[in-house]
């Protein structure tokens, strides 16, 4: 091999190796830090209704790791990774689940609404829908303001039948706006399968596309490395051109869809469409890459495992720590002057 | 001024004064500006601060929000608040909750204007008075001025307010140019414009100036005083001003441009009820839009709205006086469905 050639491609599979412990580090770490919640929620400590993001964790770890913290993001009910991805507070979030007073939200908004403004994480909706024209807005405001900055906007598959996706898409594609529109279709509205409500054959992708929106792609988290570069491509398509894009991701969510359990049994999906999910689970799979082409993997995963255990324990005993909100924080705070509310 | 053109100095200036201010809404830089009140903000202001929208009543205000969220001051206009259905989600979901919600970090400082009305065949969808929608939300003002000046004093103050604030104009109001009477004007501050000693009259937009034209017949024919609150700010609302008032007159009339089932007037009747220092000489006065659709038809709306004469005649009948009908009817306007010979449609 030509030795300059030969050069550049060890520096390349550097980095790709790089980029891909990155992402099985931050992926590794929602996974675990959902599981953690998912065995404590028995415990009755966390009562709020709480959408797991397990199996989910892939297309927000890379769309964190391509953007900045000046890049704005909202989410959906479904919003752990989200927020977990782009570099929200851990700590703050088991407190916010634990309607803790130094949750995220004070304890008013729990797992459905979480926001850290420092990271750009800008909250997320419990209402199908109801955060993508607030992204959308948010994207306006940074046109603006001339910042140059992108806005993420995550939603589910179910969220392209309410109106106002298309509304906003419409708006979007209008005023030329910097944002990425990331469409996580799990295949399921709760238990309702996407059979149930769109005609065969639709194609997300092809509708937004033929509304106007330059930067779209059908993509699935089968593929990291695949995807990792379609949205790379698409987010510099973006950065550079301006322009709203859209992408469809497939995806599937291994939990219940609301609550910490399994729930193949119940009878609206079966228990081979979801085998075949975890055959392909993009975290494992990017493990089995890792540990084929990365010298003792092995010892490095084990660390990995070890610190974010203990950040976890940390977190939730800084939860479990945490006063509760005094009674009188519930009547505060409704409007933000709070001189003219007697 | 008149008061629509108060409204579109309001906005003028505030945008004069903060660049972070912006103002949309379907038709606000059409050729009529929405009745005037944003005609030619744009040439001022440039189309990336003024400008007109797809019609998409919830998606616009949903990305209202978010561009409130990220610091600008968003005014919003609809044509009348029955298209602002479409946008109940984001005006309740968001807008209303985002500072409580998670936790006082953000305000979100959105002024959405919308028009009521009633007459000229308006009908069932284009004629309702929704304040109590409004009212019944956690987290959002609700502002319904009466008097043009107050219109301009209160849409800055709304403009500059850090929270979501409907704003609700009358559309028989727009070419009204009745200024305020004494006094200063602010959001949560009911404005006593008329005093008396017999009845208190708790009255709200359009249905004041019915109001005042009721009370000086009282009192000239038949002696009775009544002191007239404009509501102005529905909320917060001006509980102090009201209950101070009937504590002195000991009897209340309350009148809504809203329906009457869970409405304003409702409410407020309730709140004097239920106050232990209050004791009522009379039961209190309840006038309100019926339980039903408004019709369409010219026939069909004569008995609909509430007028100085529907008002006189519900006061002489709480003091026991003598209805003489005839005066009653001058109180009347020619036709029923206009606000005064300049009205000529066509909405």
Not at chain 1, 72 to 93: F, I
Not at chain 1, 332 to 338: E, T
Not at chain 2, 260 to 279: T, Y
Request: charged share 30%; glycine share 8%.
């Amino acid at each position: 091999m030509d030795e300059q050639i030969g050069t550049k491609w060890m520096k390349m599979k550097k980095e790709s190796e790089k980029e891909k412990k990155v992402i099985y580090k931050t992926m590794k770490r929602i996974r675990m830090i959902e599981e953690a919640i998912a065995e404590k929620y028995p415990e009755g400590k966390m009562r709020c209704p709480t959408h797991l993001s397990i199996g989910q964790e892939l297309t927000p770890t890379i769309i964190s790791m391509l953007t900045s913290k000046r890049d704005k993001a909202v989410s959906t009910h479904r919003c752990h990774a989200h927020y977990l991805a782009k570099g929200g507070s851990l700590k703050r979030m088991i407190a916010e689940l634990h309607g803790k007073t130094n949750g995220c939200c004070k304890g008013k908004g729990g797992s459905m609404h979480l926001i850290d403004m420092k990271v750009g994480f800008m909250g997320s909706s419990a209402i199908v829908g109801n955060s993508i024209p607030v992204g959308t807005g948010i994207a306006l405001a940074e046109k603006i303001r001339k910042t140059n900055n992108i806005s993420i906007v995550y939603l589910g598959d179910a969220a392209t039948e309410e109106g106002v996706f298309y509304e906003s898409i419409n708006f979007a594609a209008l005023k030329k706006l910097d944002i990425l529109y990331v469409c996580e279709n799990n295949l399921y509205s709760v238990y309702t399968p996407l059979k149930e409500r769109q005609p065969p054959n639709r194609n997300i992708v092809e509708t937004v596309k033929s509304m106007g929106v330059e930067y779209t792609k059908n993509l699935t988290e089968r593929k990291t490395e695949d995807l990792y570069k379609e949205l790379k491509l698409v987010l510099g398509k973006i950065k550079k051109n301006g322009g709203p894009g859209f992408v469809e991701v497939e995806t599937y969510r291994w939990r219940e869809h609301c609550g910490p359990n399994y729930d193949n049994h119940i009878g609206y999906r079966n228990e081979s469409e979801f085998m075949e999910y975890q055959k392909t689970d993009p975290l494992n799979m990017l493990e089995q890459m890792l540990t084929k082409e990365v010298v003792e993997f092995e010892i490095w995963k084990e660390e990995l495992e070890k610190r974010i255990s203990d950040e976890i324990s940390r977190a939730f005993e800084y939860a479990e720590q945490s006063p509760w909100p005094e009674e009188t924080e519930g009547i505060k705070g409704i409007y933000a002057d709070n001189g003219s509310y007697k | 001024m008149k008061f629509c053109e108060l409204v579109r100095k309001a906005i003028e200036d505030e945008m004069d004064k903060d660049e972070t201010v912006i103002c949309y809404g379907l038709g606000v830089t059409d050729p009529k500006g929405v009745f005037g009140t944003t005609k030619d903000l744009h040439k001022k202001f440039g189309n990336k601060r003024v400008f007109d929208m797809p019609t998409s009543e919830n998606g616009m205000t949903g990305i209202g929000v978010g561009a409130a969220i990220m610091g600008l001051k968003v005014i919003m206009t609809h044509q009348r608040v029955d298209f602002f259905l479409l946008a109940m989600d984001q005006v309740v979901n968001s807008a209303a909750k985002m500072h409580y919600m998670y936790g006082n970090q953000l305000n979100c400082p959105i002024v959405i204007r919308l028009i009521i009305g009633r007459g000229w065949g308006q009908g069932p969808t284009h004629s309702q008075s929704l304040q109590a929608w409004f009212a019944h939300i956690p987290g959002l003002k609700v502002v319904m001025p009466t008097f043009a000046e107050d219109a301009y004093t209160l849409l800055r103050e709304a403009i500059q307010d850090p929270n979501p604030v409907i704003y609700l104009e009358h559309r028989w109001l727009h070419e009204t140019n009745e200024s305020s009477v004494k006094g200063n004007i602010s959001i949560g501050k009911a404005r006593i414009c008329r005093e008396g000693k017999h009845c208190t009259i708790v009255s709200n937009s359009y249905l004041t100036l019915e109001s005042i034209k009721a009370a000086s017949y009282l009192s000239e024919r038949h002696g009775i005083e009544c002191e007239i609150i404009d509501l102005a700010t529905v909320k917060p609302i001006d509980e102090k001003t009201i209950l101070e008032s009937v504590k002195k007159t000991r009897r209340i009339c309350v009148l809504d441009t809203g329906f009457e089932i869970c409405g304003l007037a409702s409410e407020i009747i309730s709140m004097v009820c239920i106050n232990n220092e209050i004791e009522l000489i009379d039961k209190p006065i309840k006038g309100s839009m019926k339980d039903i659709p408004e019709p369409t038809s010219y026939g069909l709306t004569k008995n609909t709205y509430l007028d100085a004469a529907d008002i006189s005649r519900k006061l002489l009948k709480m003091f026991k006086e003598t209805i003489v009908e005839n005066e009653l009817m001058k109180l009347k306007p020619t036709r029923h469905d206009i606000p005064g010979d300049s009205f000529k449609g066509p909405f």
